[in-house]
């Protein structure tokens, strides 16, 4: 696990973009884990200045969703499939059918959970996951509880990330109360995790997840067990860390042979 900070957002959302620079320019069949929520906008528009201005392509990508809500019909502004489309795939050259999320409004939601799991497999697995922190530490929709070898099945959210993601809905009434999440194991496939935070309201998450035990109570201490993580945090997302030092020394002191 490598830990990060940068001053601003924008500066960790650059870093991320060049991992996904480095894995789009080098792998014929690039495939990448997308997360919904706040943190990767910085990112997903850097994503896309770079497809834009610098000729960045992700026509050969191909990407799979984290999570979605349960009960929304198809087709919901607030659905992750929606915001996904609205906010990545529609303004990069990625093709519509190459990005891939858990359909939570399947009729038999056991099924596609297993088919899920089945076509990340198929795909070759995931290349780089992006992930952000919830307040309360967890991971895509993998809540206090889950378990560390968990794969994509329903979940029920916990209060307070119903209450967290309230401002994407007209009420508190209108979150749905389940989810299809990838999960923890999901997760820990994958070939590369960017965990992003930003801001103090993530910092006790962040701490927690970086530095308190690898435990289901905190989701999000997976980034501990996996095998390639780096964890981009900006000033106030890191303000409760306590090797903080340590891992600034280390971003200071970065031999060119060791990738990122
Ligand atoms: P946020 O959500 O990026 O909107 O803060 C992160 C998460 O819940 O994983």
Redesign the pocket.
């Known amino acids: 696990m490598e830990v990060i900070v940068l001053p601003t957002p924008a500066d960790t959302a650059a870093l991320a973009a060049d991992i996904i620079e480095r894995l789009l320019t080098t792998k014929p069949d690039p495939v990448l884990g997308l997360?919904?929520?706040?943190?990767?906008g910085p990112l997903y528009e850097e994503l896309t200045r770079r497809n834009k201005e610098a000729g960045l392509s992700f026509a050969h990508a191909r990407a799979f969703m984290l999570d979605e809500y349960v009960g929304l019909p198809v087709g919901h502004p607030e659905s992750y499939a929606a915001v996904i489309q609205r906010e990545v795939t529609d303004r990069l050259d990625i093709p519509a059918g190459a990005v891939r999320g858990p359909n939570g409004a399947a009729e038999d939601l056991l099924a596609e959970c297993a088919l899920y799991e089945r076509a990340i497999l198929d795909a070759g697995g995931i290349d780089v996951q992006i992930?952000?922190?919830?307040?309360n530490g967890?991971?895509?929709?993998n809540e206090p509880g889950s378990a560390l070898t968990s794969l994509t099945r329903p979940k029920t959210l916990n209060a307070r990330?119903r209450q967290?993601?309230a401002r994407f809905f007209a009420s508190l009434d209108e979150v749905p109360k389940h989810v299809l999440t990838q999960g923890l194991g999901t997760i820990g496939r994958s070939g590369h995790l960017l965990m992003?935070?930003s801001g103090e309201?993530?910092a006790d998450a962040v701490a927690k997840a970086v530095e308190g035990p690898l435990s289901a109570a905190c989701p999000a201490s997976i980034v501990q067990l996996h095998r390639h993580a780096t964890v981009l945090l900006d000033e106030g997302a890191a303000s409760r860390l306590t090797l903080r030092e340590y891992y600034d020394d280390i971003w200071a002191n970065r031999p060119a042979w060791q990738p990122l």
């Open positions: 997360a919904t929520g706040s943190t990767p992930a952000g922190i919830g307040s967890h991971i895509a929709f990330t967290d993601n992003l935070a309201g993530k």
